[in-house]
């Protein structure tokens, strides 16, 4: 049951992130170019934006895998070490990828 919480609360939180993202990357008002992309990733709230959707891509991915997996009989009896497979990798993913929002600097 709580794998299921996991993959709703996310799927909710995921269109929110999913909206925000077309509007602002794909769909904004004007012309965007490499310099109102530097300026937008130079924003702290933008790198917390990022990496809050960079966490719930991750955890609705995972869990939506997991439940894939674990639904047929054969791989059932592996439920424990997929579920750890899944976290360890989900961790390395996150950390990854928020050292990589975090790392960047705008050219001076």
Same mark, same amino acid.
């Given at each position: 049951?709580?794998?299921?919480r996991m993959q709703r609360i996310s799927a909710v939180a995921l269109i929110f992130?999913?909206?925000v993202h077309m509007v602002v990357v794909h769909y904004p008002p004007g012309h965007i170019d490499f310099s109102r992309i530097i300026e937008r990733m130079a924003s702290?709230?933008?790198?917390? =934006?990022? =990496?809050a959707f960079l966490f719930f891509v991750l955890m609705h991915a995972l869990t939506g895998v997991y439940v894939v997996l674990t639904d047929s009989d054969s791989i059932a009896q592996y439920k424990k070490i997929l579920a750890g497979a899944?976290?360890?990798l989900g961790v390395v993913a996150f950390i990854y990828g928020t050292m990589t929002v975090l790392a960047f600097q705008p050219p001076v």
């Open positions: 049951m709580r794998v299921y992130f999913m909206t702290p709230v933008w790198k917390a =934006i990022d =990496i899944a976290a360890v």
